[in-house]
């Protein structure tokens, strides 16, 4: 049999990474050339504690069972190491620990079958390869054998003691931050109870000042940590009394295995190069998941002034233009690019050549009236990552395009509208379809479409024909109006809003972005589309409207939006009522499923009221977290991300934020969520600290590269 390579058999962990299910590998050459079998099967078991993506500490069976083996055992039953710096720079330095593995026979005999067994490291911050396994994190470890369906294992305990310091940061400053503390300060972010994701990259310390402190230490304790400390000057940023700390995804990546069983406790101290008082916060509890954010997440955002080079915003009375931007979760650090604005592409030559205005027209019940607007927004991404639809000029013009995102370029949807050659936006004009749909939702195979227009649903080909497949679906369900369209990634479900106009006194409650009085439905489906058999989950409740349902990618779980009739009323000039469905103050998360079991409110998320958390999506896939399946769930939110954004009341930004969602009991008297992280550098104007308001994410699990 060949030898397994430590860094293949990583790469062979990562190819099998699927929860709980049965691969028929067939001759993949890695594992033809890694372990010299040939089609063998692969099952990949959840174990206890973190997991990648597909899994928490999968068990990958690739040698072949022994014949009459009765039990296993595994030598030495627990080990301790502890991992030092590596000598070139970085933190840690990789160290291996031998085991062995013993085989009892049926007849009771044994023999040594090290060589034999599968071998595999829980949590998967490390590899074992015949044995012998090789960690760089510290935290409690299992050291797991199998041979068909028999298995055991034993721990390792990994422990790490020493310091890392920040960029600019003089050694000789550190004894100034460890004497006594006499002073108390407070930690503004991250928040206690967060959980990171694997691939999250640096992590900023928001520390609120007492006085005129320039540096800081962060003191990390947990399994395997003892007097971990990361010093570092306070950043520059922002007013607001804060030293920010930026721990590099380096360290960061130091507490994977550490928060495979429990939390790890953070404390703050600041102090001065100067000397002086020592003051010192609480202790703050986070962990960081081995479960990575995936996929790509597209959101809408504003772009500001002089935020984006060659951009200028379209109408000269509004200093602002309007974009979708999204995230690439592809590497260890979230990747954010601009992908089209209400001038079309930055991509193109020269960019922002121009993007079509909407169809100007009136609103047949209100009377509202409304120009050729060329703001872009409610975006939906097709499944296969390939196509973005989205409205222009608002809800009221319900003007729609469609945007190849791999060639960066708008379908030609209405031919006539237009003729080239002709000046200016006129030639665009056939690029988009008037008076169309304000809501899109995707079909499983990405060549149907759900549209809503004017609370009516129409199911359609996603072709330049646009042809209707179904119109008005759900009719004989309900008369009410029908807005927020949901169809679910696998197909199997579909979710959406009804409303009644009779309720609220909004005159943009006609066009289906504004609904007063909203109750949740959900209808069976497959790929050719939903059933008619829509049954209500979430049921009106006086003085309450719930909208904006989503369904994870597994069809187990819907995540929606309540708002209160009592809330405040909204700022601006367009649905501003208390609880019309749009932008509401008091907008909050809570949790059902697709059988409409009593749904829980997502409280630690939430984060308490008035934070308008808004518009719920589900990442594209989930992992495993301390045995239990764990979710990412991302939303917008007015609350203030530590001392940065957001800090004063007034005029709060919309911004970007996620959750874990950590399942067990979360219908029988358990919350499942986890206080939010920030999505880091979400705004285009960072430099001059200047956020935008960013809302509507949408997540998908293919990202397509961009030109």
């Given amino acids: 049999?060949?030898?397994?390579?430590?860094?293949?058999?990583?790469?062979?962990?990562?190819?099998?990474?699927?929860?709980?299910?049965?691969?028929?590998?067939?001759?993949?050459?890695?594992?033809?050339?890694?372990?010299?079998?040939?089609?063998?099967?692969?099952?990949?078991?959840?174990?206890?504690?973190?997991?990648?993506?597909?899994?928490?500490?999968?068990?990958?069976?690739?040698?072949?069972?022994?014949?009459?083996?009765?039990?296993?055992?595994?030598?030495?039953?627990?080990?301790?190491?502890?991992?030092?710096?590596?000598?070139?720079?970085?933190?840690?330095?990789?160290?291996?620990?031998?085991?062995?593995?013993?085989?009892?026979?049926?007849?009771?005999?044994?023999?040594?079958?090290?060589?034999?067994?599968?071998?595999?490291?829980?949590?998967?911050?490390?590899?074992?390869?015949?044995?012998?396994?090789?960690?760089?994190?510290?935290?409690?470890?299992?050291?797991?054998?199998?041979?068909?369906?028999?298995?055991?294992?034993?721990?390792?305990?990994?422990?790490?003691?020493?310091?890392?310091?920040?960029?600019?940061?003089?050694?000789?400053?550190?004894?100034?931050?460890?004497?006594?503390?006499?002073?108390?300060?407070?930690?503004?972010?991250?928040?206690?109870?967060?959980?990171?994701?694997?691939?999250?990259?640096?992590?900023?310390?928001?520390?609120?000042?007492?006085?005129?402190?320039?540096?800081?230490?962060?003191?990390?304790?947990?399994?395997?940590?003892?007097?971990?400390?990361?010093?570092g000057v306070c950043e520059s940023g922002p007013p607001g009394g804060g030293c920010y700390v930026t721990l590099p995804s380096a360290v960061t990546k130091l507490f994977l295995a550490a928060s495979a069983q429990r939390d790890v406790t953070v404390t703050a101290r600041l102090g001065s190069v100067a000397g002086g008082a020592i003051a010192e916060s609480a202790g703050l509890k986070v962990a960081?998941?081995?479960?990575?954010?995936?996929?790509?997440?597209?959101?809408?955002?504003?772009?500001?002034?002089?935020?984006?080079?060659?951009?200028?915003?379209?109408?000269?009375?509004?200093?602002?233009?309007?974009?979708?931007?999204?995230?690439?979760?592809?590497?260890?650090?979230?990747?954010?690019?601009?992908?089209?604005?209400?001038?079309?592409?930055p991509r193109s030559t020269p960019a922002f050549q121009e993007s079509p205005p909407a169809q100007p027209g009136t609103d047949p019940q209100s009377g509202r009236v409304w120009g050729e607007g060329r703001c872009i927004g409610c975006h939906a991404i097709s499944p296969n990552?390939?196509?973005?639809?989205?409205?222009?000029?608002?809800s009221d013009a319900s003007s729609w395009a469609i945007l190849n995102i791999e060639s960066v370029t708008l379908n030609e949807l209405d031919p006539a509208a237009s003729m080239s050659p002709l000046p200016g936006l006129d030639a665009l004009k056939r690029y988009r379809k008037g008076n169309f749909a304000t809501f899109?939702?995707?079909?499983?195979?990405?060549?149907?479409?759900?549209?809503?227009?004017?609370?009516?649903?129409?199911?359609?080909?996603?072709?330049?024909?646009?042809?209707?497949?179904?119109?008005?679906?759900?009719?004989?369900?309900?008369?009410?109006?029908?807005?927020?369209?949901?169809?679910?990634?696998?197909?199997?479900?579909?979710?959406?809003?009804?409303y009644d106009v009779n309720q609220g006194t909004q005159d943009s409650k006609y066009n289906g972005d504004t609904k007063t009085g909203g109750q949740i439905w959900t209808a069976t489906a497959d790929p050719t589309g939903p059933h008619e058999d829509a049954k209500v989950i979430v049921p009106r409740q006086a003085g309450l409207t719930s909208y904006y349902p989503a369904i994870s990618h597994d069809g187990a779980l819907l995540v929606f939006n309540k708002s209160s009739c009592s809330g405040l009323m909204n700022p601006g000039g367009y649905g501003t009522a208390p609880c019309d469905g749009y932008d509401d103050i008091t907008a909050s998360l809570w949790l059902t499923n697709t059988s409409g079991t009593t749904p829980v409110e997502l409280l630690k998320a939430n984060g308490g009221t008035g934070n308008s958390n808004s518009w719920p999506r589900w990442s594209p896939d989930n992992g495993y977290f301390r045995g239990q399946k764990l979710y990412w769930v991302a939303f917008s939110s007015r609350r203030p991300y530590g001392l940065q954004v957001n800090a004063a009341a007034a005029n709060a930004k919309p911004q970007l934020w996620f959750s874990a969602i950590v399942l067990g009991g979360e219908f029988q008297g358990g919350e499942p969520s986890h206080a939010p992280v920030w999505m880091p550098k979400q705004n285009l104007d960072e430099t001059n600290n200047n956020p935008t308001g960013n809302h509507v994410p949408q997540w998908v699990k293919f990202v397509v590269p961009i030109p």
């Fill in 1 to 231: 049999m060949l030898a397994v390579t430590q860094s293949n058999r990583r790469v062979a962990d990562s190819a099998l990474s699927t929860s709980g299910t049965t691969i028929e590998v067939g001759c993949l050459l890695l594992l033809l050339a890694t372990i010299g079998v040939g089609c063998a099967k692969v099952e990949v078991k959840p174990g206890i504690g973190n997991g990648g993506s597909g899994g928490s500490g999968p068990v990958v069976t690739m040698m072949p069972a022994i014949p009459n083996l009765a039990s296993l055992a595994v030598s030495p039953a627990s080990q301790t190491i502890t991992l030092g710096p590596d000598g070139t720079g970085g933190y840690v330095a990789r160290t291996s620990t031998p085991y062995a593995a013993q085989g009892i026979l049926i007849d009771g005999s044994s023999s040594d079958v090290t060589a034999k067994v599968n071998w595999s490291l829980d949590p998967r911050t490390g590899s074992v390869v015949f044995g012998n396994a090789t960690v760089s994190s510290p935290g409690i470890y299992r050291v797991i054998v199998t041979s068909g369906s028999i298995t055991a294992s034993a721990e390792l305990v990994v422990n790490f003691t020493g310091n890392t310091f920040g960029t600019g940061f003089n050694m000789a400053d550190a004894s100034k931050l460890d004497g006594a503390a006499s002073g108390s300060v407070n930690v503004d972010y991250p928040l206690d109870g967060a959980i990171f994701p694997s691939n999250f990259g640096a992590v900023t310390f928001h520390i609120r000042k007492t006085g005129a402190q320039d540096i800081a230490r962060l003191n990390f304790s947990g399994d395997g940590l003892s007097n971990v400390n990361h010093y």
């Fill in 385 to 394: 990552g390939k196509l973005m639809a989205f409205s222009i000029g608002g």
């Fill in 440 to 498: 899109t939702t995707f079909g499983p195979a990405s060549d149907l479409m759900v549209n809503m227009y004017r609370g009516k649903l129409t199911m359609r080909a996603v072709n330049t024909s646009l042809a209707m497949v179904r119109d008005d679906l759900f009719a004989a369900a309900t008369t009410e109006r029908k807005s927020d369209p949901f169809w679910s990634p696998d197909g199997a479900h579909f979710a959406f809003t009804s």
């Fill in 288 to 345: 960081w998941a081995n479960v990575p954010l995936s996929g790509g997440l597209y959101y809408w955002t504003t772009i500001n002034p002089g935020a984006v080079p060659g951009y200028s915003p379209p109408d000269p009375a509004d200093p602002r233009g309007t974009a979708v931007m999204r995230y690439n979760f592809g590497g260890d650090d979230p990747k954010r690019e601009l992908v089209w604005t209400d001038r079309g592409s």
